[in-house]
């Protein structure tokens, strides 16, 4: 900020809370030079992007120079211009130098909020083209005190009057709007003859306009952008940039005449973001008129919709006709900026450089807050849950996973996170658990924590998926493990897709009419709860690390007074460990991708507590493997196969023996063995066959039987190769050649008496 007088120096100390510019030089850096008390320099960091603020010395020097308005300009980013700082001299032969830190404090948009309170005390321009917005004029506690323009304010707003309501009021109507405008927004009022020599003018320049001929409409330098249309009619959509509308218009041999408005605001630049990670991918960015920006976003239709939602659509039949055409033109304006960048919120890598994107972490972390929180973790981890597993392996889980894009993205090897299945019993603490990794990055509960029914679609998923590379927590997914009907299993792919690659699926866009095929990243890593069983499908619990909650987890009523108060007490002090864990994650980047996750967490873990000067607890050793539901999933199959067998091995000889041979089933006996043999020896199982004495083949029927009992991991003849310890070959069968499995009768046995070992 350039401060050019003590009336300005006053407002921006007020601004900041500060009784004069020595307190505010302790918070950010102020810079002047000896000569003159009355000017300064206010510098300071800010996330948000300040809006140019030009000087007002060429409409205001006389009260400028009698310290009557503030005299501030404002710099940021873009071409805002230069700055003279230290130890340059000034023009009056001092140097500038700076009164207090050197280290300034960041700032946001509550500064900026502060500052236009300021320009609309003083009737300040704030435009980059030295004109206060329209939008701005209409506000409904805009005020212009007197010796400030009114009548150029009156102007423009009489202007925009005229044109936004033609047709669709009498000029009577307008002008009692005008006036009522007048008694409301001017501080005093303009008198009657000053308003209607103003309401004359407004009239004589928008008549002028709309008259004018065909030759000098070409020539008009606010028309971006003409289309023809059928007919002896040509449609001209343009940028007025009086009123600052996209507006549309029929060029005849007489001339122009004008129509309605299209949209109240217009662009003024275009930004089109690509992403370094996914070269497919294109965002556009609209920056408008009236200081309005929207994006990024994937098409224009989405941005129309936002301009929709916000009330500056006033004609939907040719909303994406004009705003394609406008669009058009700025191209050959060159008023579009290509950046190479990524738009959405979290972790990335880039060029070897771990990049934040819009993220809360601190890069300094205090001791102090360290040891708070580790003392809060030790509590949770001492009387959060029985199974003292289960809170040590979310909480790994949770300080790796706005990486496991990184992960996903820059690996070699499929060294991806699984997500979270947290299942079985209610009221167990699922939910809290999702919420605790929340709280170590800072993020908005209800953002991040969603129902089921936000992800039952592709066009759902893939949204939520491609926001950012934080975790999301589902509710209650039981719908999804039930997939009646096979409903969800477009779903249950995609999940499975999402977990180890870094796109969800391509979509189509239409953009202009063009289709086109783009990526939908797939950012984030997500945590399931459900009080029911996980999915019957091992490649999608492969990709899970599945925790159960047992009955013994159940919370009472007391309980629960208890573990929420113990959760709510001191749950910001866990915003620390997502600072630390930040921080060490890019100070040295490649042990992310080097070490298994769950290492690197408990890595990090210890080197906190160290930093903190405590002892290290024996929990964080404590983790519940990946493998369980796999292993149970695997032995769902293995019994489930020797069910059927077994089964199928005593029907046949039950059913066969006292048919044909009462005795000879008696002697038969319990055992599979002989159970086995006496079904071969008399062909009783159609896909069981015996080779000889000591060996069998089994045939391709076998999977009739099978699929009637729907066994996961089992899908053709050849899964079962490993389970029955048996061979898949090419055999002549019957004079035919075939695949079947043939092998050791023992090796059967073997898996059909399965004894348990003690």
Request: hydrophobic content about 35%; proline content about 3%; charged content about 25%.
């Amino acid at each position: 900020m350039d401060v050019d007088n003590q009336r300005g120096i006053d407002e921006i100390c007020i601004i900041f809370g500060t009784k004069n510019l020595e307190e505010l030089s302790k918070l950010v850096i102020v810079e002047q030079h000896e000569d003159d008390p009355t000017r300064a320099h206010i510098y300071f960091y800010s996330k948000h992007i300040f809006k140019k603020k030009s000087s007002d010395l060429t409409k205001y020097k006389k009260e400028l120079d009698e310290n009557q308005i503030p005299s501030i300009e404002v710099k940021g980013l873009g071409k805002h211009g230069i700055s003279v700082c230290s130890n340059s001299i000034h023009e009056n032969g001092c140097p500038y130098e700076i009164k207090g830190t050197k280290e300034p404090k960041v700032f946001g948009k509550e500064i900026e909020d502060k500052l236009f309170e300021i320009y609309r005390k003083y009737g300040l321009q704030v435009s980059e083209y030295g004109i206060i917005p329209i939008n701005k004029l209409f506000e409904e506690d805009f005020v212009v005190d007197a010796g400030h323009n009114r009548s150029e304010v009156l102007l423009r707003v009489m202007e925009s009057l005229l044109v936004r309501y033609e047709g669709k009021l009498s000029k009577d109507q307008i002008k009692q709007r005008a006036w009522e405008y007048n008694l409301k927004h001017f501080n005093p009022p303009l008198d009657i003859k000053k308003f209607e020599n103003q309401w004359r003018d407004a009239q004589r320049f928008i008549e002028k306009r709309t008259y004018n001929n065909r030759e000098n409409f070409d020539k008009n330098e606010n028309i971006l952008f003409k289309i023809v249309e059928h007919g002896i009619t040509s449609l001209g959509y343009y940028i007025d940039s009086n009123v600052e509308e996209i507006r549309y218009g029929y060029i005849t041999v007489n001339g122009l005449i004008p129509k309605k408005s299209i949209f109240d605001v217009c662009p003024k630049k275009i930004i089109v973001h690509n992403n370094p990670l996914f070269p497919k991918i294109s965002l556009i960015s609209i920056e408008f008129s009236n200081g309005l920006s929207i994006g990024p976003l994937g098409n224009l239709v989405d941005i129309i919709k936002e301009l929709e939602s916000k009330g500056h659509v006033l004609n939907k039949i040719r909303d994406a006709d004009a705003l394609n055409s406008i669009i058009s033109a700025l191209k050959g304006k060159e008023l579009i900026e290509i950046k190479d960048d990524v738009t959405t919120s979290g972790y990335y890598l880039i060029n070897n450089q771990i990049v934040r994107k819009n993220v809360t972490q601190n890069i300094e972390v205090k001791k102090e807050d360290a040891i708070n929180c580790c003392h809060y973790l030790n509590k949770l981890a001492e009387h959060g849950w029985i199974d003292k597993r289960i809170f040590p392996t979310v909480l790994k889980w949770g300080m790796i996973s706005p990486f496991n894009f990184i992960l996903k993205y820059n690996s070699d090897s499929e060294d991806w996170m699984p997500w979270l299945q947290l299942y079985s019993y209610g009221q167990t603490g699922k939910t809290t658990l999702g919420k605790i990794v929340f709280n170590i990055w800072n993020l908005n509960i209800q953002e991040h924590s969603i129902g089921f029914n936000h992800i039952d679609s592709v066009a759902r998923f893939g949204n939520v998926i491609s926001r950012d590379t934080y975790p999301k927590l589902v509710n209650e997914i039981g719908a999804l493990c039930n997939n009646s009907y096979g409903k969800y299993t477009n779903i249950i792919e995609m999940i499975k897709h999402s977990v180890e690659s870094i796109t969800v699926r391509g979509k189509y866009m239409n953009n202009n009419n063009n289709n086109s095929y783009q990526d939908i990243p797939a950012l984030s890593s997500m945590i399931f709860t459900s009080n029911h069983q996980p999915i019957n499908d091992s490649g999608f619990n492969r990709r899970f690390l599945s925790i159960h909650f047992p009955e013994i987890e159940k919370k009472d009523e007391k309980q629960q007074v208890f573990f929420k108060k113990l959760y709510e007490e001191n749950k910001e002090f866990l915003k620390t460990l997502g600072d630390f864990s930040a921080w060490y994650v890019e100070q040295d980047h490649s042990r992310l991708l080097n070490m298994r996750w769950n290492e690197l967490a408990k890595e990090i873990l210890q080197k906190f507590y160290q930093y903190a000067g405590l002892e290290i607890p024996q929990w964080i050793e404590l983790f519940v493997e990946q493998r369980d539901a796999v292993d149970e999933s695997s032995e769902k199959t293995y019994f489930g196969l020797r069910a059927i067998l077994v089964n199928k091995i005593n029907e046949a000889c039950s059913k066969y023996s006292k048919v044909y041979c009462i005795d000879e089933y008696e002697r038969i006996g319990i055992k599979v063995d002989s159970k086995l043999k006496f079904c071969l020896n008399n062909h009783l199982i159609p896909y069981l066959h015996k080779v000889d004495e000591f060996n069998i083949a089994i045939t391709v029927d076998i999977m009739s039987d099978i699929r009637q009992f729907n066994l996961e991991n089992i899908t053709s003849l050849r899964d079962l190769e490993t389970i029955l310890g048996i061979t898949y070959v090419n055999k002549r069968f019957n004079s035919k050649k075939m695949r079947l499995l043939e092998g050791s009768v023992v090796n059967i046995v073997r898996f059909l008496e399965s004894d348990i070992d003690n």
